[in-house]
């Protein structure tokens, strides 16, 4: 949590498991909790939720529950992430998870869905996300309609055809800019070029009416949102070797990626009547940069540091003399 204030963050979406969230409910009866915490429990501990009649975003302002947490396929470094096609120099197409392989990740989406718990699975390949997607449609078809705010987390290769059926499901997109600019230095030799391009395609999501929310994937890429604001506007990958953006076809405005880490995000967890905009009556959670993000070029967007953070109208951290974001 320090990290958290040091990095500006007021609220994050948690992947945890029931111990997690005892954990955090400990920490605010304590008067501890010094974020936001929309917790999220695997799919597979489902009736838990359903069985107590717990809805999604069931809970007060700083500790939330009701959406769950699969994974249909693995990453794109370890070849593990699911494609349609196979990746380069290779027969493999990827590894979908067991419990798409036999089933129950439609049964368990199904059923989840039925009790109005929001369902967010991890889904990097093309076909990950295409099979997602059928999966969501059919709990579309098959069960009543409520305020269902599906989620594919990562969302990170997705066919052209498909993006269309994020919007029309109203399936929310759920990146981490950051990874595309890792991602960038070597996808090539995965995937192919051809492919590379439709990679992390959020100005492909934004302009064809898809939600867009954008996040940091802590602990994996470093918990700084400035750092993927800079990746999302700039798509200058790490090592320098795409000056002009890896697919610069694919980057948005400032604008467009500060809304997608707060407004975007808060509508990802059912808050955007609370926190995502600096207005009368919402959530006094705010932070103060050195320096304004409109106004330098993008590229030194990544060296703005946090100056203070509020939350709830305290300030929780101020930044004292030469003292930096850390990297992780």
Known sequence: MDLARRCGVTSIQDVGSVEDLQTYQTLLERGELSVRVDCRIPLS?????????IRAHFGGDMLRIGSLKA???GSLGSTTALFFESYEGSTSRGLPMDIVLDGRMEQWALAADKAKLQLSVHAIGDSANSLMLDIFERCVRENPAWDRRFRLEHAQHIAAKDIPRFARLGVIASAQPFHAIDDGRWAHKRIGEKRCHEAYPFRSFLDQGVHLCFGTDWSVA????LLGIY????????????????????????????ACYTLNSAYASYDER???????????????????LFAIPPEKIREVQVDLTVLDGRVIFERTGGETIPSR
């Open 274 to 292: 609370s926190k995502g905009r600096l207005v009368k009556g919402y959530l006094a959670d705010l932070v103060v940069l050195s320096g304004d």
């Open 231 to 258: 990746a999302a506007v700039t798509r200058r990958t790490l090592d320098g070797s795409h000056p002009d953006g890896w697919i610069p076809e694919q980057k948005i405005s400032v604008a467009e990626a500060i």
């Open 71 to 73: 994974f249909a396929d």
């Open 222 to 225: 470093p918990l700084n949102p």
């Open 45 to 53: 501990q489902y009736k838990l939720f359903a069985d107590a009649g």
